[in-house]
């Protein structure tokens, strides 16, 4: 059973950084693309950014420069870092699989997401 588990949301000042960390059961991430897409009312769904088994990194045009996403070898674990956070950013981050890899901003699994919220 597939399952994609979140952590690492909160409320952080304008400038901030913050980590989140995605637990993926069900598949392994040396042979599927996993990363992130954000949910904010009026603004629907954003992609963050992708990660491939092959350790290729595709990143979405909202946070590109601001944002890195890793993995420990043999790890079924992605962290993303996001840096000089904005209340812009602020919304749902949810860790998701790419069924396409990371060619298209199309996704199939995702969780149930964790809250970000930048204070101006």
């Known amino acids: 059973q597939v399952q994609l588990v979140e952590s690492g949301g909160g409320s952080v000042r304008t400038g901030e950084s913050l980590t989140l ?4 059961h069900g598949f392994s991430l040396d042979y ?3 990363g992130w897409f954000r949910e904010a009312p009026g ?3 954003e992609g963050v950014v992708c990660l491939n088994g092959r350790g290729s990194r595709k990143y979405g045009d909202s946070m590109k420069g601001r ?17 000089d956070l904005q209340p812009d950013d602020t919304g749902v981050y949810r860790c998701t699989s790419f ?22």
């Open 43 to 45: 603004k629907g769904r």
């Open 32 to 34: 599927y693309s996993v």
């Open 67 to 83: 944002v890195s996403i890793s993995r420990e070898p043999g790890q079924n674990t992605v962290h993303l870092t996001m840096r």
């Open 99 to 120: 069924p396409e890899g990371c060619y298209e901003w199309s996704y199939d699994y995702w969780g149930s997401g964790t809250q970000v919220t930048v204070a101006s």
């Open 21 to 24: 960390s995605c637990t993926v």
